[in-house]
């Protein structure tokens, strides 16, 4: 009898949860836990963790004083909140969680850097190592010279919205830990821009991946690939092999409860054999690659607008959320 595609997958590939909801983790027990704001902004409304989010704001309302404006609280409160929920989750994984640094940072290096530091410093406050933590920043030329300077500090870097080959090879020459190629995006992408429908290892997400994987192993990279953004587990099973894979709750879910055999489709020796021509990056060569490339410059331009809105609608929803409290009752510095 079968083991079902969950069990299967944890043979082959580190499982990473791909959610901001704790008792999704609880249930599923992923190894590692990713989040990004909209799944911040999501889980900072549901009501169990209401209680995180007001002591966070109070804590906020504390340090900036009573004359701050609640916008500068609820931005001071959205960089913390993430950190409470980043501790909270260490307590459920055994391994490490992604913190995103503010997706509006995207294109300055030096503020990235500096808020990549804030936050390993604010870990260290809570006494979690730097080795359960990475550092998520978008794969802008920009980003990645930022996680170049860190993981030269020992700052460990998880390069996300990362869309195409010239992307992941930067981050292998910068040394970044860990890289995530998107597949669900890049699907999306393609059914809208051709009008067809793609499966299985057809799919553009999953022959992006795939290449990406097969280049940084030929040539020796330390950084780890985790395919990200899924649409459905078919996806999944063609990527089984891959070092990581951040999952959603639903499709962790749907692995769990299918019975069928998994082969292993990708594995440090998948490339031998293959002729993969070498491409020695720089930014001339970046810059080419990526305005050659329609899907990755609008995908890498959506993602970080989209991630940009969600933390301003995090922002004012604390910062609504602050001055309800404070009107039932007063916050003194």
């Known amino acids: 009898m079968p083991q079902n595609l969950l069990e299967q997958l944890r043979r082959y590939t580190v499982v990473v949860a791909d959610t901001g909801d704790m008792q999704a983790m609880e249930k599923f027990r992923p190894q590692d836990a990713t989040t990004n704001p909209s799944l911040i902004t999501a889980a900072a409304q549901m009501p169990q963790y209401q209680p995180i989010v007001d002591g966070v704001l109070l804590d906020a309302r504390k340090e900036l004083g009573d004359k701050a404006k609640d916008q500068a609280v609820a931005n001071l409160a959205f960089q913390r909140l993430a950190i409470a929920f980043g501790k909270k989750i260490l307590n459920i994984v055994p391994g490490r969680v992604s913190t995103e640094v503010d997706a509006r940072l995207s294109y300055n290096a030096q503020a990235t850097i500096a808020q990549a530091r804030s936050i390993i410093a604010q870990y260290d406050r809570e006494g979690i190592g730097r080795e359960r933590i990475l550092i998520k920043i978008a794969s802008t030329w920009e980003g990645i010279r930022a996680a170049e300077v860190l993981e030269r500090e020992g700052i460990h870097c998880n390069l996300t ?80 092999g891959c070092d990581l894979l951040t999952i959603s709750p639903q499709l962790l879910g749907e692995l769990e ?19 993969i021509e070498r491409i020695v990056m720089d930014k001339d060569v970046f810059e080419f690659m990526h305005d050659g490339d329609r899907m990755a410059t609008q995908k890498l331009k959506e993602g970080i607008e989209g991630f940009s809105t969600a933390l301003v609608k995090l922002e004012s929803l604390l910062a609504s959320r602050l001055a309800a409290m404070e009107a039932r009752t007063p916050v003194t510095a």
């Open 257 to 275: 409860a299918t019975e069928a055999e998994l082969p292993r489709k990708l594995g440090p020796d998948a490339e031998q054999g293959m002729h």
């Open 161 to 240: 919205l990362l869309f195409g080959l010239h992307q992941a090879i930067a981050c292998g020459d910068a040394g970044v830990t860990l890289i995530s190629p998107f597949v669900g995006r890049i699907l999306d992408w393609y059914k809208k821009d051709t009008g067809k429908e793609y499966y299985g290892a057809d799919d553009p997400g999953v022959k992006s991946v795939t290449r990406i994987y097969n280049y940084l192993k030929h040539f020796g990279y330390k950084t780890v690939v985790m395919g990200a953004s899924f649409r459905n587990i078919g996806e999944i099973r063609e990527l089984a």
